[in-house]
């Protein structure tokens, strides 16, 4: 049984990948940060653990809790936008930092204690959950924190599909699009089911030619 884990699982794409993955027969495990979200992923057969990711101790105690676990796809989806309309004259820089300690350290955190759990499994992918608005080519300027959070991001995907191809890993970052959740709001074009069938194809059709790319949800590649 092929196994997936996720971060941030308890609403919007984190849960929705979660429930579709589930459904098809995966083992499924995704973090959370309070009981609700947790009753509502294990409704779907799904095993929930408690976690911060900016609790970089606790990530620390869930790899050697997890240790020997095989973890077919890693996906960092947890993140947070933070204050919008932040620009020059009114940066918050504590915002700013939380921002970067959820969207980037966070994962970065993840993906270091689970590692040896993706190298170990059949698949072997970490997808880091970016956002278009991460590309520095094609930034329109707006929301600086989040924005520069996912670009930071997207480096750190491509370094380390560097670092581990010769472990027969491969990291991608993936845009899921402008979906309608909490983070992406009602008027969002796109809704989480289809964003996240979506992913899951690109995730499927992953190659080791793929390793360090930038992708959207329908495979197309998007400029750094």
């Not at 270091?112 to 959950?129: G, Q, T």
């Not at 069938?197 to 080791?208: E, H, I, K, P, Q």
């Amino acid at each position: 049984m092929p196994s997936v884990f996720v971060t941030g699982a308890g609403r919007g794409l984190g849960l929705e990948l979660a429930r579709q993955y589930a459904a098809d027969g995966w083992r499924v495990t995704g973090t959370v940060r309070n009981d609700g979200a947790a009753k509502t992923l294990e409704a779907l057969g799904a095993r929930s653990l408690s976690l911060d990711v900016t609790d970089f101790g606790a990530v620390k105690r869930l790899g050697e809790r997890l240790r020997g676990e095989p973890i077919d796809v890693l996906v960092c989806n947890a993140g947070i936008s933070g204050r919008r309309g932040m620009a020059l004259g009114s940066f918050d820089y504590e915002e700013w930092d939380q921002v970067l300690r959820v969207n980037l350290l966070g994962a970065a955190a993840v993906i270091e204690a689970l590692v040896d759990n993706v190298a170990a499994s059949e698949k072997k992918i970490i997808a880091l959950l970016s956002s278009r608005m991460g590309s520095i080519s094609g930034t329109s300027g707006s929301t600086i924190p989040y924005s520069s959070s996912k670009a930071a991001l997207n480096l750190l995907a491509k370094a380390l599909s560097v670092q581990l191809a010769s472990r027969g890993v491969i990291v991608v970052a993936l845009h899921p699009g402008w979906v309608k959740t909490d983070m992406g709001g009602a008027g969002a074009p796109l809704g989480p089911e289809e964003s996240v069938r979506g992913l899951r194809r690109v995730l499927d059709g992953l190659g080791s030619e793929h390793a360090g790319a930038f992708l959207a949800h329908d495979g197309s590649v998007i400029a750094w």
